[in-house]
């Protein structure tokens, strides 16, 4: 029986370059190689491995999108559908327009950065497409925040006014699920976000803190490897996906490695603060 599963991230799908963008037949090919040697799981069964102790294959592997682009929609949904793929998407709810349309193609293109310092619902799922996705029993839809505010150094009531009010648009746009999780927005957040998140609806949060999930961790801070960042160089890319994926789906190597790597952090930190 697992005990631990490997978690990875990606933010966009499309065939613009650029530095958080995966082209989609790239993400068909990593897919595929990922699956050869891990099992996808959905994100039901990552829940029941939390709460009610489910056994999982060995070498489980969770899919997630962060932000809930419609490149997500348009160009990771269909790839994910071919493949039998499960998936979760972390949406910014603010960003989700109300329709009753799924679209079938892109606004021009604008770089991620342009769109962090810019957001446009144009660029963001709608609740159509939402609809259409969670109907394929294949992804989930969470929350990423209403604004994608980073969680950090902000007072406890503004922190947990913007959870409570993600929490209350997923529970109105998607599947009713047994419990709901969260994905902390560039993966930020300090003691006071904790505490706020502990009272909040929400009971389980994803960061961007790499390593894999090993039972009995903290539930408010699961780790996670990101997939987002692209060079152009596919063999590269491909090599040190498969990298990371041997080091923490392996579970001795895994706790090692993330205990080795936190000694580091804290290490540098420490310099720097003396």
């Known amino acids: 029986m697992a005990n ?49 102790n489910k056994r999982l294959p060995k070498k489980p592997l969770l ?14 949904f269909p790839i994910l559908k071919k493949l039998k793929v499960p998936a979760v998407i972390f949406a910014i709810t603010g960003m989700v327009e109300t329709s009753d349309t799924c679209r079938d193609t892109m606004p021009p293109f604008k770089s991620h950065i342009d769109l962090d310092k810019n957001p446009d619902p144009a660029y963001f799922i709608n609740t159509a497409e939402i609809e259409a996705m969670e109907k394929s029993g294949l992804v989930e839809i ?28 997923i529970t109105s746009h998607t599947r009713p699920k047994e419990v709901h999780g969260f994905c902390w927005p560039k993966g930020q957040f300090d003691e006071t976000a904790l505490k706020a998140i502990e009272v909040s609806p929400y009971a389980f949060a994803f960061s961007t803190t790499e390593g894999a999930y090993h039972r009995d961790d903290p539930l408010y801070t699961i780790r996670r490897i990101d997939c987002s960042a692209f060079d152009g160089n596919e063999t590269k890319y491909l090599k040190r996906i498969q990298r990371k994926l041997a080091i923490y789906s392996t579970p001795i190597l895994s706790k090692l490695y993330t205990e080795f790597r936190e000694y580091r952090i804290q290490r540098k930190r420490k310099k720097r603060d003396d």
């Open 63 to 76: 899919l997630t999108f962060d932000d809930g682009y419609l490149d997500n929609y348009i160009y990771a």
């Open 4 to 52: 631990n599963v490997t978690i990875v991230t990606f933010h966009h799908i499309h065939p613009h370059p650029d530095r958080m963008t995966i082209p989609p037949e790239l993400l068909e090919k990593v897919l595929q190689k990922m699956g050869k040697n891990h099992h996808f799981i959905s994100y039901k069964d990552f829940i029941e491995f939390l709460f009610h």
């Open 142 to 169: 969470e929350s990423h925040t209403v604004s994608h505010m980073t969680c950090r150094n902000l007072p406890y009531e503004t922190v947990l006014k913007e959870l409570e009010d993600s929490y209350r648009f």
